[in-house]
């Protein structure tokens, strides 16, 4: 054991303590299946699982997100017979509204979604406009509507994973940097760390936007960019009350409440690339006026909301906007789970699972994730779903 405690062995070494490497570290601890390290460069929830709007929908119009988002949300309802802790998890229901142009590809996916068991509706102007008084819908068309969703926190969802993956053995050692992977013979044999050497014959990379760089050595070169992104919170304005989540084309902002007295609005577009140890900890006052204002046009009552602080963060983007799940090509023993494209927390349960499931048993049963595959894009084989919306 290293002077920080790194131990010299494991059996499965987890990289990165965000919400994906904890929901790994859990699932795989709760199958009692050997000893599991989680190393961090810095500490649980630091990057970007401790800054996400943690929005729950289960609207998405590839049929295997649509399943991940399902078991997730599972979870989430359940998460104190599940993992143990209270949980945070607000339902507030969620509408998404897309582009004039898009109704038919909102109505196919709804069918989808509701084929796989997704609770969700179609609803017109006039259904909107009685859900939610305060938004200016009178060019909406159509919209899908998903009473049981709402959102989360990727600090206590991280937290929570890892506690109880602790409590069953897992070591976990924060100000841990993973410099470099140690590969002989096309296999896996470990990490190399600032605190020395650690050996396993399985190493997961949960790295988020920090993974293509670790890479560099491996052959494999993950086609993740880091896009840089900004939030609002406001306090909510006098009369406005906490309503449904929104995702919304239109104005290109997704909003939410937050607690029962503020609101929150992110932005769709973000700046690349960013460096994800050095960008800004504030939005631009620019910035954020821009973003409330574009919000303001869906729900007016925006405009004389105060703006009490805001949120930066760094989104993994892949060409596809869909994470790279499984096997790293070349590197028998290696796996990658990042790229999340700013859409992870909401289905971070889950991946933790039919990851575990992966690594443990050749394949996720759960969800089948070969779709998600590292290799698809050297394979030619990029994601596109039949009814794909323009800011998918
Ligand atoms: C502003 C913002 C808003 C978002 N909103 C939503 C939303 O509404 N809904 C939604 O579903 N998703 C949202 N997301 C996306 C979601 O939060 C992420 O997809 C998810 O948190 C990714 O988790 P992760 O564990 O993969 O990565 P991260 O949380 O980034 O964790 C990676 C961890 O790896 C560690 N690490 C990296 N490299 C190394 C190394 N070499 N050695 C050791 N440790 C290392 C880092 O320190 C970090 O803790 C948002 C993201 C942001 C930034």
Not at 280 to 307: F, G, M, Y
Request: aromatic share 8%; glycine share 10%.
């Amino acid at each position: 054991m290293s002077a920080n405690g790194l131990p010299k062995t494991a059996d499965f070494i987890i990289l990165g303590a965000g919400v994906m490497g904890a929901s790994i570290a859990f699932h795989l601890a709760r199958r009692n299946v050997g000893r599991i390290a989680v190393l961090d460069k810095d500490h649980v929830g630091s990057g970007g699982s401790g800054r996400s709007s943690a929005l729950v929908r289960m609207h998405y119009s590839f049929p295997p997100e649509v399943q991940l988002a399902l078991v997730s949300l599972k979870i989430f309802q359940h998460w104190r017979e599940i993992v143990g802790e209270p949980g945070e998890f607000r339902k507030t229901g969620f509408v998404r509204i897309v582009h004039p142009g898009e109704s038919e590809a909102l109505k196919q996916n709804v069918a989808m979604q509701r084929n796989l068991g997704a609770k969700v509706e179609l609803i017109n102007r006039h259904q909107l406009r009685e859900l939610a008084p305060d938004w200016q819908v009178d060019e909406v068309e159509l919209a899908a509507y998903e009473p049981d969703s709402g959102y989360g926190d990727g600090n206590v969802v991280a937290n929570d994973f890892l506690n109880r993956a602790r409590d069953s053995g897992t070591t976990y050692l924060s100000k841990t940097h993973a410099t470099n992977f140690l590969i002989e013979g096309g296999r896996i044999r470990g990490v190399q760390t600032d605190h020395g050497e650690i050996h396993a014959p399985v190493v997961i990379a949960a790295t988020g936007p920090w993974t293509r760089p670790l890479f560099q050595s491996t052959g494999y070169d993950p086609p993740i960019e880091t896009e840089f992104h900004q939030v609002a919170i406001l306090k909510n304005a006098p009369t406005m009350k906490p309503g449904a989540a929104c995702i919304d084309s239109v104005t290109a902002t997704y909003f939410r409440s937050d607690a029962s007295d503020k609101f929150l609005v992110g932005d769709f577009y973000g700046k690349r690339p960013i460096d994800p140890d050095n960008f800004p900890q504030r939005p631009s006052d620019n910035d954020l006026e821009e973003i409330i204002e574009r919000a303001a046009r869906r729900l007016p009552k925006l405009e004389t909301a105060e703006v009490m602080r805001g949120v930066t963060g760094v989104y993994d983007v892949t060409p596809d906007s869909r994470p790279l799940l499984g096997p790293v090509p070349g590197v028998e023993g290696l796996f990658l789970c990042a790229g999340f494209s700013g859409m992870g927390f909401k289905i971070s349960p889950a991946i933790g699972l039919v990851m575990s499931e992966q690594i443990l048993d050749g394949k996720a049963k759960t969800v089948d994730i070969t779709p998600f595959r590292p290799s698809r894009f050297q394979e030619g084989q990029p994601i596109k779903a039949d009814f794909e919306y323009k800011d998918d």
